[in-house]
């Protein structure tokens, strides 16, 4: 358990046909609750999206951080790499878990956000179309947005893209996305940052900005 009284434990978070284990914290008088989107091959053991968790923890934010393939599924997916692009397989266990954060006692009153990295940023905004009245708020780290699709044109939660300024590509991406966009947004461009974020310094942008946009939208919605 924390210091603060607040809640750690590893969790199950029911999905079509299959259980997923994750890590739920939640700090004492939590502000909101961030659900996690890992990205292309990583899971919920990926350090970066660790890192970040543990700044919003420390300021106030509840997190969950989810494996969205089981391990067998890993496996097929380090084999093929077909997995990690499956976008609807990811977005519907994703919707899942948000479903679960909004009826589980620990965070049933906390606004959610959801954070999503590569593909895993894919999921994020068609789990915010496809739940608008419970996503408040998506972030993108290094994302694929492009890769939801019709969803895009759906999204109603404020969306913050964060992309490094040494992915071009990526970043391309990221503009034409944000372009379909009918949700207030954001592009913040991290300078000197490659797609991870390995930079000095580069991840602490990510959870300043983080932090900036969720301190901006969750605590203007009313817990449902």
Do not use: C
């Not at 607040?6 to 004492?28: I, K, Y």
């Not at 009153?109 to 419970?134: K, Y």
């Not at 940052?193 to 919605?221: K, N, S, Y």
Request: aromatic residues 4%.
């Amino acid at each position: 358990m924390p210091a603060d009284g607040g809640l750690r434990r590893t969790v199950e978070v029911p999905a079509p046909r299959v259980r997923l284990p994750g890590d739920l914290t939640v700090p004492a008088g939590a502000a909101g609750v961030v659900l996690f989107a890992h990205g292309s091959g990583s899971s919920r053991h990926s350090p970066r999206n660790r890192q970040v968790a543990a700044a919003l923890n420390a300021a106030g934010y509840g997190t969950l951080l989810l494996d969205l393939l089981t391990g067998e599924e890993e496996q097929v997916d380090a084999r093929t790499r077909k997995l990690r692009f499956d976008i609807g397989l990811l977005a519907g266990r994703l919707t899942a878990a948000a479903d679960w954060l909004a009826g589980a006692e620990q965070t049933a009153a906390l606004p959610p956000a959801v954070f999503g990295a590569s593909t895993g940023a894919a999921a994020a905004l068609v789990t915010a179309a496809d739940r608008p009245e419970l996503v408040r708020a998506v972030v993108s780290r290094g994302g694929r947005p492009d890769l939801a699709g019709a969803a895009l044109d759906r999204v109603r939660a404020p969306t913050l893209l964060l992309v490094g300024g040494a992915d071009p590509e990526v970043l391309a991406l990221n503009r034409r996305a944000a372009a379909r966009l009918p949700a207030e947004h954001e592009v913040v461009v991290v300078p000197g940052a490659t797609h991870l974020f390995p930079e000095p310094g580069a991840l602490e942008q990510v959870v300043d900005r983080t932090l900036a946009w969720l301190g901006r939208w969750l605590p203007a919605v009313p817990a449902h």
